[in-house]
C-alpha cells in the first residue's frame, strides 16, 4: 500500500481484535484508493483543461465496530 498498490487487502472474517484490525485496514485502503483517484481526475481537469474550480470527493464511511 505505501508504494501505490491499492489492491492489497488483509483477510477478513477473522473474529477478535485482528478482525476488527483487518476490517479498519481495509477501509483505510479503501479510502487512500477513492482519494488517489479523485486527486488523478483534479490533475487531468486542471492540466487538460485548466479546470481550477473542480472540487476533490472524498466519500469516507464511518462504520462503528461493536
Known sequence: MR?????VRLP???D?????????FNEIVGA???M?????RI???VGEQGR???RVKFGISHRHLG
Open 36 to 40: 488517489a483517484q479523485q486527486l488523478e
Open 43 to 45: 490533475g487531468k481537469s
Open 16 to 24: 477478535g481484535p485482528l478482525g476488527r484490525i483487518a476490517v479498519l
Open 12 to 14: 477478513a472474517g477473522r
Open 3 to 7: 508504494a501505490g498498490d491499492f489492491s
Open 52 to 54: 481550477t474550480r473542480q
Open 32 to 34: 487512500n484508493q477513492n
